[in-house]
């Protein structure tokens, strides 16, 4: 299993970075599955870069804020409109039980209309599991506004996890818990947001990976463009001894080489 960064920036796209979106592959015989983590806004234009989007065999979407799932939109347009190719088949989406209608009133659905057409959704709910070819998707609601849940995956012997946005939980300990490679949240400062529910610090993410035992790498992720990327680093490195990475556009982690080679393949930030 594989994962590939294609957009990391927190709660709007950035300069650099589209928003939240996560490209997960493995390889099975001559098959090579792939499933996306969130769609958020910018991030349809930069999975060009890596696969076909109209042929990922399942979208998996946190929770519903447009950072997250906004680009579910083109996507819709892109499988529906496309004057070369015919996509006959309706793209699998797995998400909060409320992302149907949700995207439908942002893509502004009229005379009856619905983005059902091109997307089969399937809504999830706290402990629920999803099994996705060679991916088994365990989801456990977290700690942030609205229906919004993190995600266990694995495939091949090796695990990711995937906190979505969240505050710290106790159900992050069942998703991080032995995980081969966490995607954590980092959009707060220690000391500067003090809102609670909504977003883990650098610290904190590495609190949960701590006490949740057995993690083999770090990866902050969903940093602002506002942020001090190398803020978040310290304060996570500040506690945590093991691999930690900053999420980067482009940036792959092959988990296959977790216990050999270093994970990251392209362009890890390490401090």
Do not use: K
């Not at 998400?95 to 439908?104: E, F, R, S, T, V």
């Not at 506004?145 to 069942?174: C, I, K, S």
């Not at 400062?189 to 993690?215: C, K, N, Y």
């Amino acid at each position: 299993m594989r994962v590939r960064v294609v957009g990391c920036s927190g709660s709007f796209s950035g300069p650099r970075s589209a928003a939240s979106c996560y490209l997960v592959e493995h390889r099975e015989g001559e098959r090579t599955w792939r499933i996306v983590l969130d769609l958020g806004s910018g991030a349809l234009g930069q999975l060009q870069n890596y696969c076909d989007p109209t042929e990922v065999d399942a979208y998996v979407i946190s929770h519903l804020h447009p950072d997250h799932c906004i680009d579910l939109c083109g996507l819709y347009v892109m499988h529906t409109y496309d004057p070369h190719q015919p996509h006959p088949e309706r793209i699998d989406v797995h998400g909060p039980a409320d992302l149907a209608a949700h995207i439908d009133r942002a893509y502004g659905v009229h005379d009856g209309g619905t983005l059902r057409t091109a997307m089969d959704f399937h809504p999830v709910t706290d402990g629920h599991t999803t099994r996705i070819g060679p991916f088994e998707l365990l989801w456990r609601r977290v700690n942030h506004p609205g229906d919004a849940y993190g995600v266990r995956v694995t495939a091949g012997g090796h695990t990711l996890a995937f906190t979505g946005d969240t505050d710290d939980t106790p159900a992050l300990d069942e998703l991080l818990r032995d995980a081969h490679l966490v995607l954590a949240d980092a959009a707060f400062v220690e000391g500067r947001d003090s809102a609670e529910g909504i977003h883990l610090t650098g610290r904190r993410a590495a609190q949960a990976a701590l006490r949740a035992g057995g993690v083999r790498e770090l990866v902050l992720t969903h940093i602002p463009p506002w942020n001090d990327q190398g803020a978040a680093m310290g304060e996570a490195r500040g506690i945590w001894t093991g691999p930690l990475h900053l999420a980067m556009p482009g940036l792959m982690l092959d988990l296959e080489e977790v216990d050999g080679e270093p994970c990251p393949t392209t362009r890890a930030v390490s401090v």
